[in-house]
């Protein structure tokens, strides 16, 4: 992305999170050659707004904007965001010159969850000093601890240490889910680096602690196998659950084109997709952001619900309905239309009250 000299190797460069404050300061974190830098902006005129535009005269104001724009537009352009960067970096170009070019991994080189979650990070203050945009490097802030008052952990469950999970491959972010080994079980792993601030982490905890201890067979979701602990702090900041192998039809209902799965598999897993919310409203729990990519199939073709975080997905269910019974019933009939199943082939229990 940066401007190189000829013949020198272009930086690795990606964007991990992007925060801003409508004009008044963002922070946007990205990696430089595999090393994680975390940049701070703060406006300093505030005046204006969304529509007319913020209209301070320095540089960290015309990139604060930039950013505000971008992330708030429909239209959004991640070409911007890196744009900002460019800026940053031939900004700062002393600095970012210090960080080495990325070496390839050795293959016998184990990914350790905690160095991904929480990797070195540079520190830095983008801000004009007499005149001249200037990025300097700052102290990194303390971590604080991320525990909930409204969580309460399950003894029975283990708690593994995030500086003791090897990661056999990142499947999201930068280590947000992963498929990780422990104790020589595959499992799928999520979890966020800052822990319960991330509400829909302890949404899908507590989730799937309320269908553990349900003890339903009929529940077709992922078993929840343990918690995630900061290494350094003890504080919980994700689970492991059962790793499911995939289908020859694919990884997930995405995958899966109706007209080449036979009708009575279809129906199969049209009645599990059914059974499976029912029972989940029985205790007290909502599936939220249905959709097929949130249904996995296993190496028996059988489906499994997951993704209990309280997103939503437009055209599958309304932003104001998630979490409700008519929330849950869109996206029943959605899936079911996607299957090409009749909804009647599937209200074969008379406690169903969702359709």
Request: with cysteine; charged share 25%; net charge negative.
């Amino acid at each position: 992305m940066s401007n190189t000299p000829d013949g020198e190797r272009q930086p690795l460069i990606s964007i991990v999170e992007v925060q801003t404050g409508w004009g008044e300061a963002a922070d946007i974190d990205f990696d430089y050659n595999g090393k994680r830098v975390s940049v701070s902006l703060v406006s300093t005129d505030t005046s204006g707004s969304y529509e007319k535009g913020y209209h301070g005269v320095h540089a960290e104001d015309q990139l604060i904007n930039k950013l505000t724009r971008n992330m708030a537009s429909e239209e959004f352009n991640e070409a911007v965001n890196y744009g900002v960067i460019d800026a940053i970096v031939d900004i700062g170009k002393e600095f970012f010159a210090t960080i080495p070019p990325l070496l390839a991994p050795k293959p016998s080189e184990q990914q350790i969850l905690h160095s991904l979650l929480y990797p070195e990070t540079f520190c830095l203050s983008f801000k004009t000093v007499n005149g001249k945009p200037t990025v300097t490097q700052v102290a990194t802030p303390e971590r604080i601890s991320n525990a909930s008052l409204e969580f309460q952990v399950d003894n029975d469950l283990p708690q593994y240490s995030s500086q003791e999970i090897p990661v056999s491959k990142v499947l999201l972010g930068h280590g947000n889910v992963a498929r990780v080994v422990i104790s020589g079980q595959d499992m799928l792993c999520k979890a966020q680096e800052s822990g319960f601030q991330t509400t829909s982490l302890l949404r899908e905890i507590s989730s799937l602690q309320t269908i553990r201890n349900a003890g339903s067979e009929s529940i077709r979701v992922p078993k929840l196998l343990g918690y995630v602990k900061h290494a350094l702090d003890g504080s919980i900041i994700g689970f492991v659950r059962e790793w499911i192998p995939s289908s020859s039809f694919g990884k997930s209902l995405r995958d899966v084109k109706a007209a080449e799965v036979p009708r009575e598999l279809r129906e199969k897993w049209a009645t599990q997709i059914r059974q499976t919310i029912d029972e989940l409203h029985k205790i007290g729990v909502f599936w939220g952001d249905g959709k097929p990519s949130n249904i996995i199939i296993d190496d028996h073709n059988d489906l499994w619900l997951i993704d209990f975080g309280g997103g939503w997905t437009e055209g599958w269910t309304e932003e104001g309905s998630v979490g409700t019974l008519a929330g849950d019933k869109q996206v029943l009939e959605k899936i079911l239309n996607y299957l090409e199943v009749e909804q009647s082939l599937v209200r074969t229990n008379k406690d169903y009250h969702i359709l």
